[in-house]
């Protein structure tokens, strides 16, 4: 709306000679461009109709006064943010504050001096130029940050459709006959395809943060056994180095609670893989202890500590930054993207908690980090869980040969999969997009349909609503279970799935067992 360099004023006064007064006070400054009236009602239908920089505003007029003027303004929204200056003779404090509660943003007193008038005026110019450059400024950091999450997530996207192929190949060639050195290249292939899936999960992670689009789960879980399970994983990893971790649990832990097992695991491993990676020789000490317990909820603390190469004073003070690596040369030695910490401070302040460090050069590190559980029981755990050990003692399902309908419009995705489902000794049909999937439901019988979400001409979630569509009008019982695979793994993405009525998902790149944990689930 702003029409040209000039700073537009418009001035409200009945009195005439107050109007030439200030026109001419302005006339002297050359970057000032004056429009008067003489009431309420004109100042209104100007202000509505051009743009102004500041309005300065008498009090007392006959018909409206000043203040009916000043709440009509501030009122609609393309006049609301004018600042307004109340010319007045009213100056009590009484009238004074009545003028900023109406949304003044300052007054001058009649008499006023030529001096007082154009410094506020200027003042008030400037203080909304910036605070203009400032929303400005916000709006367009806004968009980028908005743009850079959506990149960022298409990106994880493309990155991980390959992976697939390479994780799911070398899983399925690793169960082919093999020569020993053939057994070893195919391991080296699978850790270093298995390390780039970790940066790129980190990135994505740390996308979705900044993006204000991580969201936790409130789940009850027993903390006990997710930490003994962590450890018997990490163990594994530390036996390369022979360094033994130990875990000790306090006393008034406790042992049901609820809230974000994955991300609570996130955190407590990234920790002790470093742990592991810094230390040469000595040992790993893992401890959780309740600090207090108020309202239902319980402050864990958690220490990490090691027997490793320490960081130094400054080091220290560049941790927990994006992209932040104490030195150069530790990178060289060790690998890492310097995100793993960035993204536990963020989870573990999302848990209302924080995170720091304590160290020693050449002695030893100690991370801790506290984080907020609602207390839970055994009973909200077993109702929980309840389903899943149903399936998991059926053991005999596993074993049933399946027909399955795969709809992926991927061929090398395609390839992976159906190598895999064949070697589980299942039968597989291919539908190379969302309508085909649906044709082929139609016509064949199948157990189960694994449906890849973005495709070509019908995309899976489509593919999925005209599916239950299908069933209901036939009034059948049963539905078919159909399970999403796909890359993008976002809590709002598993949102969509289920609403178009899918049963469950597995991200991409997937194993071989995670196949069969499916079928234990959704199949008789
Ligand atoms: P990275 O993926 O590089 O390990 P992190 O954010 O997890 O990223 O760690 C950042 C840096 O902090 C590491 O590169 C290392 O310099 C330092 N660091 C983290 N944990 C330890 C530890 N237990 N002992 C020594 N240095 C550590």
Redesign the pocket.
């Known amino acids: 709306m702003k029409a040209d360099k000039k700073n537009k004023i418009l001035v409200v006064d009945d009195m005439d000679i107050n109007l030439e007064l200030i026109k001419s006070v302005f006339d002297l400054e050359r970057n000032f461009s004056l429009v008067t009236v003489s009431d309420g009602k004109s100042a209104i239908s100007k202000a509505k109709t051009n743009y102004f920089d500041l309005i300065l505003l008498d009090i007392m007029m006959p018909e409206m006064d000043g203040y009916e003027v000043c709440k009509i303004l501030k009122s609609y929204p393309t006049t609301k943010n004018i600042p307004i200056i109340f010319l007045t003779a009213l100056n009590s404090p009484k009238d004074i504050k009545k003028a900023f509660q109406y949304g003044a943003v300052d007054y001058i007193s009649k008499p006023f001096s030529i001096e007082e008038l154009t410094a506020r005026v200027n003042l008030h110019i400037s203080l909304k130029r910036t605070t203009e450059e400032l929303i400005e400024a916000k709006r367009n950091a806004e968009a980028a940050a908005e743009a850079k999450a959506i990149f960022l997530a298409n990106m994880s996207h493309e990155l991980r459709t390959p992976m697939n192929g390479i994780i799911g190949m070398v899983d399925i060639l690793k169960r082919t006959e093999l020569t020993e050195a053939q057994h070893e290249y195919l391991n080296i292939i699978e850790s270093s395809g298995e390390n780039l899936l970790t940066i790129i999960n980190?990135i994505l992670d740390l996308s979705k943060i900044e993006a204000g689009h991580m969201e936790l789960e409130s789940i009850t879980f027993s903390l006990k056994d997710e930490l003994r399970r962590v450890m018997n994983i990490m163990q594994i990893i530390a036996d390369k180095k022979r360094l033994p971790i130990i875990l000790n649990i306090g006393k008034d832990v406790p042992a049901y609670v609820k809230g974000d097992p994955v991300r609570l695991k996130q955190i407590i491993i990234?920790?002790v893989?470093?742990?592991i990676?810094?230390?040469e020789k000595g040992s790993i000490t893992v401890s959780v202890e309740n600090l207090d317990t108020k309202e239902e909820k319980a402050r864990l603390l958690f220490k990490?500590n090691?027997t490793?190469?320490?960081?130094s004073p400054e080091?220290q003070k560049k941790?927990?930054q994006s992209f932040?690596?104490?030195?150069k040369s530790?990178?060289r030695k060790?690998?890492?993207?310097?995100?793993?910490?960035?993204i536990?401070r963020n989870l573990t302040q999302m848990m209302g908690g924080d995170i720091g460090?304590e160290?020693v050069e050449s002695v030893?590190?100690t991370?801790w980090f506290y984080v907020f559980l609602e207390l839970s029981d055994e009973e909200s755990y077993k109702k929980r869980h309840q389903e899943g050990e149903e399936t998991d003692t059926d053991k005999t399902r596993v074993h049933v040969k399946l027909k399955i309908l795969l709809a992926e419009d991927n061929k090398i995705n395609q390839k992976v999969a159906v190598l895999h489902l064949n070697n589980l000794g299942h039968q597989v049909d291919i539908a190379n997009n969302g309508r085909e999937a649906v044709e082929k439901y139609e016509n064949i019988g199948y157990d189960l349909i694994f449906m890849d979400v973005q495709m070509p001409e019908m995309d899976g979630i489509e593919a999925c609503k005209k599916i239950r569509e299908i069933e209901k009008k036939s009034g059948g019982m049963k539905k078919i279970p159909i399970i999403a695979m796909t890359a993008n793994t976002s809590e709002e993405e598993r949102k969509k799935y289920v609403k178009a009525g899918m049963d469950d998902y597995v991200s991409k790149p997937f194993k071989q067992k995670e196949l069969i944990a499916l079928f234990k689930k959704y199949t008789v």
Request: proline share 0%; net charge negative.
């Open positions: 980190d990234n920790l893989n470093n742990a990676k810094f230390t990490i090691d490793g190469i320490g960081i080091g941790l927990f932040s690596q104490v030195d530790t990178t060790y690998g890492g993207t310097g995100l793993g910490l960035m536990s460090v160290s030893g590190s991370f």
